[in-house]
Every structure is written in structure tokens, then in C-alpha cells.
Nanobody, 124 residues
Framework: EVQLQASGGGLVQAGGSLRLSCAASGITFDDFALGWFRQAPGKEREGVSVISNTDGSTYYADSVKGRFTISSDNAKNTVYLQMNNLKVEDTAVYYC?????????????????WGKGTQVTVSS
């Protein structure tokens, strides 16, 4: 059974930082891509960032480029999302997801497993 456990959310002021963690089990971690998605109230879920553990490729939504960094610790089966210079509009529930394959053209599509979310709230 695939399990993705996200943690690290919280309340932070605009301009601050948070680091999210996603601990994965039930998958061959090195063979998967893992990603972060978010959903704000009243909005559709959107892709934030994805990392492919097969070749190290990373992908980011335009809205977070230069502020967020995704990384993977294969020894710990954990993916991180370092979020700096947070903005009010980053407020959302953040979800971790996994896929055995992602396309470089559509890296946010094809996720097959999802974890429960962690709330990130950025205050002004």
C-alpha cells in the first residue's frame, strides 16, 4: 500500500519560510516522481512542483519559480519543498503525490497516489 505522509505546514507571515516534507512508503522511491500540489479555498487544485527520482529533473509552476525548491532524500524516502518569500496567495492545503512516470511536457499530470494535505497559511 502506497502511503504519502505530508507534514510541515503552518501559519507564517508574508515573506517568511516553511519546509514541507513528504515521507513515502510502499513504493520503490528511486523509480518514482513525487510532487507537490495545492488547493486554495474555492479554487481548483494546481501543481506546484515535481521531482523525478529517476533522473533528478525538477519542475515548477511559474508562480513559485525562484521562491520554492523541491528536493529528494532517497535514503529517507522523503521529498521536501522549501518555500521562501511566501505570499498570501500561497495559502492553501498542500498535497504530496507520486507517479511512476511524468512527462517533461506535462509534469503535473499522471499522479497515481495522493497523500493527505497539510495546511499552509500565509498572513499579511
Amino acid at each position: 500500500e502506497v502511503q504519502l505522509q505530508a507534514s510541515g505546514g503552518g501559519l507564517v507571515q508574508a515573506g517568511g519560510s516553511l519546509r514541507l516534507s513528504c515521507a513515502a512508503s510502499g513504493i520503490t522511491f528511486d523509480d518514482f516522481a513525487l510532487g507537490w500540489f495545492r488547493q486554495a479555498p474555492g479554487k481548483e487544485r494546481e501543481g506546484v512542483s515535481v521531482i523525478s527520482n529517476t533522473d533528478g529533473s525538477t519542475y515548477y509552476a511559474d508562480s513559485v519559480k525562484g521562491r520554492f525548491t523541491i528536493s529528494s532524500d532517497n535514503a529517507k524516502n522523503t521529498v521536501y519543498l522549501q518555500m521562501n518569500n511566501l505570499k498570501v496567495e500561497d495559502t492553501a492545503v498542500y498535497y504530496c503525490a507520486a507517479a511512476q512516470y511524468v512527462s517533461s511536457w506535462y509534469p503535473f499530470e499522471g499522479m497515481t497516489d495522493w497523500g493527505k494535505g497539510t495546511q499552509v497559511t500565509v498572513s499579511s
